[in-house]
C-alpha cells in the first residue's frame, strides 16, 4: 500500500531561521505531489504543487519544494521563517495509476518563536 | 476567492444516529472528495464522487456511509448508525477535474463529529 511519510511530527525554530521538513513516499509510479498548510483555526490550503517539469516547485509565501524521484522524496523549504508560518504542514501524494485520491503523511507542527 | 464550505463547523450526536454532513464545493467543480481525520491521526481518504455516481471510495467507507449531491450545490455525506470510532474531523474537498490526477483539491474548513 502507497504510503506518505513526514519524519518530523514537531518543530521549534526561531523566526529567520531555515526550515526544512521531510516528505517521502513508497511509490514507485508516476505520482503528483503536494504540500498543504494547516494555519491555527484555518482550513488545509495548498502550498505548492508538483504534477511534471522543473522539480524545483515555488510555492506561495516563499516555501518552495524539490522533488528527487531517486530518493522518492519531496522536502518542503522556506530559508527564512517569520511567525506567522507558524501551522501544521501536510505532504500529500496522489499516485496517478490510482485514480485521484490523495495519500497524506501525518503532519508536522511548526511553531516559530518571534 | 472562491472557497468551498461545510456545515455545520461541530456535530455532536449520540451513538447509533443518523447524521449527514454538508459541504458546497467550487462552482465550477467536477470531483467532490471526503476525507477524514481521527484525532492524532492521518487525513484518510473517503470517497470520491464525479458525475452524479462514487469514482472510488476506501475500506472504510462501509455500508454506514453514502453520499449525495442532492442539487446543483451541495454534496453530503450521511453516516448512518454512528460509532463512537467516527468521531472525526470530516473535510470536504472539490477539484476541477483533470486528466492524469493533475488536478489539485481544495478543502473546506471541516466538520468535527463528535459521537457520544
Known amino acids: 500500500a502507497q504510503s506518505v511519510s513526514q519524519h518530523n511530527h514537531h518543530v521549534i525554530l526561531s523566526e529567520a531561521a531555515s526550515l526544512e521538513l521531510g516528505c517521502n513516499y513508497s511509490y514507485g509510479g508516476t505520482v503528483n505531489l503536494f504540500w498543504y498548510v494547516q494555519y491555527p483555526g484555518q482550513h488545509l490550503q495548498l502550498l505548492l504543487k508538483y504534477f511534471s517539469g522543473d522539480p524545483l516547485v515555488k510555492g506561495i509565501k516563499g516555501f518552495e519544494a524539490e522533488f528527487i524521484k531517486s530518493k522518492f522524496s519531496f522536502n518542503l523549504r522556506k530559508p527564512s521563517v517569520q511567525w506567522s508560518d507558524t501551522a501544521e504542514y501536510f505532504c500529500?501524494?496522489?499516485?496517478?495509476?490510482?485514480?485521484?485520491?490523495?495519500?497524506f503523511g501525518g503532519g508536522t507542527r511548526v511553531l516559530v518563536k518571534p | 476567492e472562491p472557497e468551498v464550505t461545510q456545515t455545520p463547523s461541530h456535530q455532536v450526536t449520540q451513538m447509533g444516529q443518523e447524521v449527514i454532513l454538508r459541504c458546497v464545493p467550487i462552482s465550477n467543480h467536477l470531483y467532490f472528495y471526503w476525507y477524514r481525520q481521527i484525532l492524532g491521526q492521518k487525513v484518510e481518504f473517503l470517497v470520491s464522487f464525479y458525475n452524479n455516481e462514487i469514482s472510488e471510495k476506501s475500506e472504510i467507507f462501509d455500508d454506514q456511509f453514502s453520499v449525495e449531491r442532492p442539487d446543483g450545490s451541495n454534496f453530503t455525506l450521511k453516516i448512518r448508525s454512528t460509532k463512537l470510532e467516527d468521531s472525526a474531523m470530516y473535510f470536504c474537498a472539490s477539484s476541477v477535474g483533470r486528466q492524469n490526477g493533475a488536478d489539485t483539491q481544495y478543502f473546506g474548513p471541516g466538520t468535527r463529529l463528535t459521537v457520544l
Open positions: 500529500a501524494v496522489n499516485r496517478v495509476a490510482a485514480g485521484n485520491k490523495l495519500t
